[in-house]
Each structure stands twice: as structure tokens, then as C-alpha cells.
């Protein structure tokens, strides 16, 4: 079945640095989402990328996602203290399906 | 205010006992999910449904039930079968399944004692 792989699990950053987190599919996708959820929250949507090799910038993140519609990246720069969360990636299968599977997330931590 | 409503926010059973969480929207949307958080492992999911009457199993059912009675409720039964109950249960929901976003509850916070 279809599986979402993300990594890294932890991400450590210095505030003003950048980072990646990056998302794997075992399967094609026919769409990917990103979703931030706040120490406490719950997920929040960021972001929908549908075409192969699609790229979205929301401010100071940039989404990407793969050739191929099996992997995606979130590119944060200049990271602030308000970045603090998990950011989870989200794939949805063939048109048809409703299944949403999400990664384990990334969270993200930020030294001031 | 439109929005997806989940209650309780903590809840605690005693192991053995089945426990049902709430789960309601009201903006009129077709798809509804049900997640498990844990530490470490993301959100897993348990059930969907697509619409009134009809619901799949997600990745990790073992344990659990659903109900699409109306389209605005999917409660969710954790059953006594469920070897590891504790965990932070989202619900989720979405205009349709393909490609729309999806909105999430506050939360119930489970823990079986």
C-alpha cells in the first residue's frame, strides 16, 4: 500500500538558518500536501502541489515536488522562532481515493 | 462558525472498556478521517469515509470502529481489542477526497488506565 516516508524526524536550527525536510513515496501521487502543527495543535494546511516538478513559495518556504510525483521537499530560509512545529507531508494515491497517509513529520526546533 | 468539532478534549477509561470518540462538521464536506498520533510515528490512519455509509479501512484499523450515519458525524470506537489505546486522536475532513485540503479537529487526548 501507499507510504509516506519523511525525513529527518528532528531538526535542530539556529534561528536565521536554512533547512530541508524532505518526503518519499513508495507510490505515485496524484497530489501532495504540507501541513505545519504547533507544539500543542493540531495540523494545520500549508500548501497542495499537484503537477510534476511544481514549485510554490509561501514567503520565506519553498515547496518542490519530484519529477516523478514520488517526492517532495520544504525549504525553510532564514528560520525564525515562529517556524517551531512538525511539518508533516501528505499523499494522496489515485484520483479516486480518498486516502490521505501522511509522513511522521519533521520537528523542528529553533535556537535563538 | 463552520469547523470540526471533537469531544472530548481528555478522556480517560479504564482498560477493557470500549470507548467512543465524537467527531462533527459542519461544513458540509464528504470526507472524514480518523488518525492516530503518537510520539515519533506521525499521524496514522485508522478509517476514512468518503461518504454516508461507507468507510475503508486505513493502516492501522485493528481494534477500532466507524460509523458514517449522517454525513456531518464519524464517531470513532476504540474497543477493548485496541492492545495500545493511548494516544492523541485526530479527526480530520475535506470537501472531497482528491485533491482539497484537509481541516483538522482540536483533538481528544485518550488514555486508558
Known amino acids: 500500500g501507499q507510504q509516506v516516508m519523511q525525513i529527518p524526524q528532528y531538526q535542530h536550527v539556529q534561528e536565521g538558518e536554512d533547512f530541508t525536510t524532505y518526503c518519499n513515496s513508495s507510490?505515485?501521487?496524484?497530489?501532495i500536501q504540507w501541513y505545519k502543527q504547533r507544539p500543542g495543535g493540531h495540523p494545520v494546511f500549508l500548501i497542495q502541489?499537484?503537477?510534476?516538478?511544481e514549485v510554490k513559495k509561501q514567503k520565506r518556504l519553498t515547496f518542490q515536488f519530484g519529477e516523478a510525483k514520488k517526492n517532495s521537499s520544504l525549504h525553510i530560509t532564514a528560520t525564525q522562532t515562529t517556524d517551531v512545529g512538525t511539518y508533516f507531508c501528505?499523499?494522496?494515491?489515485?484520483?479516486?481515493?480518498?486516502?490521505?497517509?501522511f509522513g511522521a513529520g519533521t520537528t523542528v526546533t529553533v535556537r535563538a | 462558525d463552520g469547523g470540526i468539532t471533537q469531544s472530548p478534549k481528555y478522556l480517560f477509561r479504564k482498560e477493557g472498556q470500549n470507548v467512543t470518540l465524537s467527531c462533527e462538521q459542519n461544513?458540509?464536506?464528504?470526507?472524514m478521517y480518523w488518525y492516530r498520533q503518537d510520539p515519533g510515528q506521525g499521524l496514522r490512519l485508522i478509517y476514512y469515509?468518503?461518504?454516508?455509509?461507507?468507510?475503508q479501512k486505513g493502516d492501522i484499523a485493528e481494534g477500532y470502529s466507524v460509523s458514517r450515519e449522517k454525513k456531518e458525524s464519524f464517531p470513532l470506537t476504540v474497543t477493548s481489542a485496541q492492545k495500545n489505546p493511548t494516544a492523541f486522536y485526530l479527526c480530520?475532513?475535506?470537501?472531497?477526497?482528491?485533491?482539497?485540503?484537509?481541516?483538522f479537529g482540536q483533538g481528544t487526548r485518550l488514555t486508558v488506565v
Open positions: 480530520a475532513s475535506s470537501i472531497e477526497g482528491s485533491g482539497t485540503e484537509a481541516f
Open positions: 507510490t505515485t501521487l496524484s497530489n
Open positions: 501528505a499523499g494522496r494515491g489515485p484520483s479516486n481515493d480518498y486516502k490521505l497517509s
Open positions: 461544513l458540509n464536506h464528504d470526507a
Open positions: 502541489l499537484v503537477k510534476s516538478g
Open positions: 469515509s468518503q461518504i454516508v455509509n461507507d468507510f
